[in-house]
């Protein structure tokens, strides 16, 4: 496995683009959902997942979409698997993301991001996959990825579409175990990022 600077990376920092696309927006729609898009990220690297299926964020039954380099493609169908893959993500401690350059863009009813991403993967679930890692380890896998995600006319999320789209930038590498955050560790760094939800009324209805 290759090597690799863990310091550069900042979890308080995932969000940075999101924040630079919110600033720069005005249409109150887009800003509303640009904060829930916001909020759900800030949620999720923080194993806050069940805030996540709060009716206000997310329709009752979300669908989410994946097409890996590894995995291959699969889904996520209703709140139970969403769900599932939360908790577990949560309870080992995969629920941590770091995000580079990345782009993002919003529309009526979706937010499109584009960008590297960073999460820490077991290594036990990587050597089931086929891939040469150290079962006792945690890893960061490293992929470039681009994710689509609708939104319903009440800016509630539909569901994630996220694809895994160049084989040269897949990479794994080993962490330190001094170098590993878990999942209570970020949510204590990420609490201050994370926002209530303006109200929203009819005003912010798709024109």
């Avoid at 990587?126 to 990825?145: H, N, R």
Wanted: charged share 25%.
């Amino acid at each position: 496995m290759a090597e690799f600077d863990f310091k550069k990376l900042d979890i308080t920092k995932q969000n940075v683009a999101v924040e630079k696309t919110l600033a720069a927006t005005v249409n109150p729609r887009h800003r509303y959902m640009l904060q829930a898009y916001l909020r759900h990220r800030y949620l999720e690297s923080a194993g806050r997942w069940e805030e996540i299926l709060d009716p206000a964020l997310t329709v009752e039954h979300p669908y989410y979409r994946f097409n890996m380099i590894t995995q291959g493609k699969f889904v996520l169908n209703g709140r139970d698997e969403v769900s599932a893959v939360y908790g577990h993500w949560t309870a080992t401690n995969q629920s941590v993301f770091y995000v580079e350059d990345e782009t993002v863009a919003v529309g009526d009813h979706m937010i499109v991001s584009r960008g590297i991403g960073y999460q820490q993967t077991l290594g036990s679930e990587l050597a089931a996959m086929g891939i040469d890692a150290d079962p006792e380890a945690m890893y960061l896998t490293k992929s470039q990825i681009m994710m689509l995600w609708p939104y319903d006319d009440q800016c509630r999320l539909i569901g994630e579409d996220v694809w895994e789209y160049d084989d040269a930038e897949k990479a794994h590498y080993k962490l330190d175990p001094a170098d590993v955050l878990t999942a209570e560790q970020a949510g204590v760094l990420l609490a201050p990022f994370i926002k209530p939800l303006p109200p929203f009324d009819d005003s912010l209805l798709p024109q």
